[in-house]
Protein backbone atom coordinates (compact mmCIF):
# COMPACT_ATOMS: atom_id res chain seq x y z
CA UNK A 1 0.00 0.00 0.00
CA UNK A 2 1.36 3.53 -0.61
CA UNK A 3 2.08 6.06 2.44
CA UNK A 4 -1.51 7.96 2.75
CA UNK A 5 -1.03 11.30 1.08
CA UNK A 6 -3.95 12.64 -0.20
CA UNK A 7 -4.56 12.24 -4.35
CA UNK A 8 -5.27 16.20 -5.13
CA UNK A 9 -3.84 17.84 -2.43
CA UNK A 10 -0.87 15.52 -1.47
CA UNK A 11 -1.18 16.64 1.96
CA UNK A 12 0.42 13.61 4.53
CA UNK A 13 -2.91 12.85 6.87
CA UNK A 14 -1.67 9.48 8.61
CA UNK A 15 -2.16 11.04 11.96
CA UNK A 16 -5.61 12.31 10.76
CA UNK A 17 -9.17 10.53 11.32
CA UNK A 18 -10.63 11.90 8.44
CA UNK A 19 -9.74 10.82 4.89
CA UNK A 20 -9.27 7.41 3.55
CA UNK A 21 -8.50 4.84 0.59
CA UNK A 22 -11.07 5.18 -2.25
CA UNK A 23 -11.26 2.07 -4.42
CA UNK A 24 -12.95 3.04 -8.22
CA UNK A 25 -14.30 1.20 -10.65
CA UNK A 26 -11.39 -1.16 -12.24
CA UNK A 27 -10.47 -0.98 -16.03
CA UNK A 28 -9.87 -3.47 -18.13
CA UNK A 29 -6.14 -3.38 -17.26
CA UNK A 30 -6.67 -3.11 -13.16
CA UNK A 31 -8.33 -6.88 -13.76
CA UNK A 32 -5.07 -7.91 -15.11
CA UNK A 33 -3.05 -6.13 -12.41
CA UNK A 34 -5.45 -8.33 -9.89
CA UNK A 35 -4.86 -11.26 -11.82
CA UNK A 36 -0.77 -10.72 -11.68
CA UNK A 37 -0.77 -10.38 -8.42
CA UNK A 38 -3.18 -13.09 -7.15
CA UNK A 39 -0.93 -15.19 -9.57
CA UNK A 40 2.55 -14.01 -8.01
CA UNK A 41 1.26 -14.42 -4.18
CA UNK A 42 1.77 -10.06 -4.38
CA UNK A 43 0.07 -7.81 -2.65
CA UNK A 44 0.75 -4.56 -3.51
CA UNK A 45 -1.23 -0.97 -4.28
CA UNK A 46 -3.66 -1.36 -5.99
CA UNK A 47 -3.54 0.92 -9.34
CA UNK A 48 -7.48 1.84 -8.84
CA UNK A 49 -7.25 3.18 -5.87
CA UNK A 50 -6.12 6.34 -4.17
CA UNK A 51 -5.95 7.66 -0.77
CA UNK A 52 -8.21 11.40 -0.19
CA UNK A 53 -7.95 13.39 2.63
CA UNK A 54 -10.65 14.42 4.83
CA UNK A 55 -11.21 17.15 3.04
CA UNK A 56 -11.48 15.80 -0.16
CA UNK A 57 -12.89 11.71 0.91
CA UNK A 58 -16.65 13.13 0.27
CA UNK A 59 -15.93 14.59 -3.01
CA UNK A 60 -14.17 11.38 -4.63
CA UNK A 61 -16.45 9.11 -2.64
CA UNK A 62 -19.12 10.64 -5.11
CA UNK A 63 -17.00 9.47 -8.10
CA UNK A 64 -16.05 5.80 -7.07
CA UNK A 65 -18.63 4.27 -9.73
CA UNK A 66 -16.09 5.77 -12.31
CA UNK A 67 -13.21 4.40 -13.40
CA UNK A 68 -9.65 6.17 -11.09
CA UNK A 69 -8.76 8.34 -14.63
CA UNK A 70 -11.87 9.77 -14.83
CA UNK A 71 -12.20 10.56 -11.37
CA UNK A 72 -8.96 12.39 -10.58
CA UNK A 73 -9.86 14.30 -14.00
CA UNK A 74 -12.99 15.82 -12.14
CA UNK A 75 -11.57 15.91 -8.81
CA UNK A 76 -8.44 17.49 -10.49
CA UNK A 77 -10.67 20.15 -12.21
CA UNK A 78 -13.55 20.57 -8.88
CA UNK A 79 -10.29 21.17 -6.51
CA UNK A 80 -7.91 23.18 -8.90
CA UNK A 81 -5.02 25.31 -7.11
CA UNK A 82 -6.42 28.48 -6.16
ZN1 LIG B 1 -6.64 16.43 0.10
Do not use: Q
Not at 17 to 24: D, V
Not at 30 to 39: L, N
Amino acid sequence: MKPPICAICYKDFEDRKEGGLIYFRKRPEDEEWRKRMKEGGMVGHPPYAAWFCGEHYEEARKLENLTIDEAMKILRELFRAK
